[in-house]
T-cell receptor
């Protein structure tokens, strides 16, 4: 099993550009989440999904969109990148609501 | 209100000694889980240990143990026989059993940076 994979590992964007951060898991987990990690603030939840076709907002959803067409994939879209979105983004998955969450390796995003 | 508090931004420990990383939490949910994750300089988040709110015994995983004091709402991580490779950020996290808000029930503390000295 590859676990949770994320691409790209690093990305530089200009303000106003859009892009999609990819996340995939091969563990057949229903629950998937996107977090951003900023210095001194731990991880904050952006969006999450409890299964294919079902998504909802987390703590900091503004400027991001998600969709979940398959169990395996949970892409995060930045609609119009802003410098405030410079961060490290983690995708995570878990089998059920009560289970341990496993993280991907992260995507480091720099918005100029 | 902050649900997870880690009051030690940074800690130093001598190699081979034990170290305790503090974590306090706030919840009114009777059923919850507590986690510790390690984040080395390479950036990945590594799951270390889990403690359920109804578990009678403190969780242990190799050199990691969780000192769970339910009445005090604390879940400190104890690392025994520290190694240089233990130098990393450590995050405490809590999962609440709020089934009406499935995804938002996993919250993290700000982290503690541990440095192991040779």
């Amino acid at each position: 099993n590859a676990g949770v994979t994320q691409t790209p590992k690093f990305q530089v964007l200009k303000t106003g550009q859009s892009m999609t951060l990819q996340c995939a898991q091969d563990m057949n987990h229903e629950y998937m989440s996107w977090y951003r990690q900023d210095p001194g603030m731990g991880l904050r939840l952006i969006h999450y999904s409890v299964g294919a076709g079902i998504t909802d907002q987390g703590e900091v959803p503004n400027g991001y969109n998600v969709s979940r067409s398959t169990t395996e994939d949970f892409p995060l879209r930045l609609l119009s990148a802003a410098p405030s979105q410079t961060s490290v983004y983690f995708c995570a998955s878990r089998e059920d609501i009560g289970e341990t969450q496993y993280f991907g390796p992260g995507t480091r995003l720099l918005v100029l | 209100a902050q649900k997870i508090t880690q009051t030690q931004p940074g800690m130093f420990v001598q190699e081979k000694e034990a170290v305790t990383l503090d974590c306090t939490y706030d919840t009114s949910d009777p059923s919850y889980g507590l986690f510790w994750y390690k984040q080395p300089s390479s950036g990945e988040m590594i799951f270390l240990i889990y403690q359920g709110s109804y578990d009678q015994q403190n969780a242990t995983e190799g050199r990691y143990s969780l000192n769970f004091q339910k009445a005090r709402k604390s879940a400190n991580l104890v690392i025994s026989a520290s190694q240089l490779g233990d130098s990393a950020m450590y995050f405490c996290a809590m999962r609440e059993e709020t089934y009406d808000n499935y995804g938002q029930n996993f919250v993290f503390g700000p982290g503690t940076r541990l440095s192991v000295l040779p």
